[in-house]
């Protein structure tokens, strides 16, 4: 707010001084003044203003050096100059010393209310900024990561320990078992923690676009390059690139690659002058870079350079104590996302989630919670709650039943499957009065309708017989 904020006016004019102090306090800031340079440096030691507007013409020590003097005490400091000289290498000198900006004498009341309300701005989202990365670096702490395993629990140790340095990491581990989380728990706990955090999915770009993903280009480097763009390399800079499913790189780009990690140069596509980055990389994959070395699909120059630490993450189905702990996590998080009141999970259901064997690790267990809550109607998730498919992979039958024979469940779901499409029936096929009506949710009706393969509207007996 504001009221919070505290401007320094220095001017040796006391009518300046009071004029200022009245307009900006009519702005909602606080004020405290200074009639020269000395006066104003030994306020900033003790007041420590927000912003500062003072003349860089005054007696003893001028504006500029009483600047430069700020600047070293708070390089953050911002900091507006005011002349009665329209003098050109003054400016210049104000700004290479880093002022915020200058305003020429006689100014405009408003331009002075508009440049202080810029820095008001500017220092309100840096504020942001810092709580946010604040809170990040929170969030991905090593100690927040979910799990009882001692397997994971060994693996964010040593990742604790690797985080303060720059060394490449790669994360080996299957799809889906958190492998992206955990090069995000690397940055935010190193000291790159305020510096960029990029992500560069290498399976999702065409191959003729990655050197322009990785490394820009220059205007007119190819069709369609109309203007300069910068690449993740660039951005990435004195920060960490976080490069997932490395095994998709195609060879031409690994070159490219090897030569970054071991010159940090590049040049951009088309262009002809050399960059220099200060960039960690943490590269991960599903595959066995090994074995695609062997197979020559992968350079061996490129995978020793990468391979200075390799962290090998636990797929879910080798840590079952987990399951139960991410599971009530996501019932937490996916609650509270969709206005939901749910205690748990009934024994059974809980018992389906310990049984099966995930496939698809976290990111599938994760997927199964969300249907699980949306697709819920009482205050407990129940086995009919959950996707179909992972009751039916964990579905025990009893020795001696006729394996044609329906269980309690299927009779239960082609019983729901008549009484939805009677209700689609009477309300000609509107399906917010029809959810109405049945007391769940729209969303809850849609899941359900494809469950059920009645999203074209096929009748209950198909469903059941489809079984």
């Known amino acids: 707010m504001k009221a919070d904020y505290q401007i320094l006016i220095v001017d040796d004019d006391e009518s300046i001084r009071r004029m200022l102090a009245a307009v900006l306090e009519r702005e ?20 420590s203003p927000d912003i500062v507007l003072m003349d860089i013409r005054m007696p003893g020590l001028t504006g500029i050096e009483a600047m430069s003097a700020m600047l070293e005490l708070r390089p953050g400091a911002a900091v507006i100059l005011m002349t009665a000289y329209a003098d050109l290498d003054t400016a210049v000198q104000a700004i290479k010393k880093g002022v915020f900006d200058f305003v020429i004498k006689p100014f405009d009341l408003a331009e002075i209310g508009l440049l202080v309300n810029r820095a008001y701005q500017m220092r309100e989202m840096r504020r942001e900024i810092g709580v946010l990365q604040h809170e990040l670096s929170e969030s991905y702490r090593f100690n927040r990561i979910i799990t009882s395993d001692p397997a994971m629990q060994a693996l964010c140790d040593s990742v604790t320990r690797i985080a303060a340095l720059n060394a490449t990491v790669v994360i080996y581990g299957e799809s889906g078992v958190g492998k992206e989380l955990l090069a995000t728990s690397l940055h935010y706990n190193s000291p790159r923690a305020q510096r960029a955090f990029v992500k560069v999915n290498c399976g999702a770009i065409p191959e003729g676009l990655l050197e322009s993903e990785f490394f820009g280009h220059e205007k007119g480097a190819f069709t369609g390059a109309v203007a300069r763009r910068t690449g993740r390399f660039e951005h990435a800079d004195g920060g960490t690139l976080f490069l997932d499913e490395i095994g998709e790189l195609p060879l031409s780009l690994q070159v490219k690659l090897l030569r970054v990690i071991q010159d940090r140069e590049f040049e951009r596509v088309g262009g002809d002058k050399t960059l220099r980055v200060d960039v960690r990389l943490v590269v991960a994959t ?8 062997a197979a020559g699909t992968f350079r061996s120059d490129l995978y020793y350079r990468l391979s200075v630490v390799n962290l090998q993450v636990p797929p879910l189905r080798q840590r079952p104590a987990d399951i139960p702990l991410l599971a009530a996590h996501f019932l937490r998080k996916f609650t509270a996302e969709h206005g939901r009141e749910i205690d748990g999970f009934d024994d059974h259901a809980l018992a389906i989630l310990q049984r099966y064997a995930w496939p698809g690790n976290v990111r599938e267990l994760s997927n199964a919670v969300e249907r699980a809550v949306v697709m819920s109607t009482g205050s407990t998730v129940f086995a009919e709650d959950l996707p179909l498919p992972i009751v039916e992979a964990t579905r025990q039958v009893p020795p001696g039943e006729p394996s044609g024979q329906k269980t309690l469940k299927e009779m239960v779901r082609g019983f729901e499957a008549r009484v939805i499409v009677q209700a689609l029936d009477k309300n000609q096929g509107n399906r917010s009065r029809t959810a109405t009506e049945l007391g769940i949710s729209r969303r809850a009706l849609l899941y359900k309708l494809h469950e059920f393969n009645l999203d074209d509207g096929e009748c209950a007996d198909s469903v059941v017989h489809c079984e």
Do not use: H
């Not at 599903?286 to 070395?293: A, G």
């Open 28 to 47: 909602g800031f606080q004020t405290v003044t200074a009639r020269d340079g000395e006066e104003g440096l030994t306020l900033f030691r003790s007041t």
């Open 286 to 293: 599903n595959r066995n870079l090994e074995e695609m070395v």
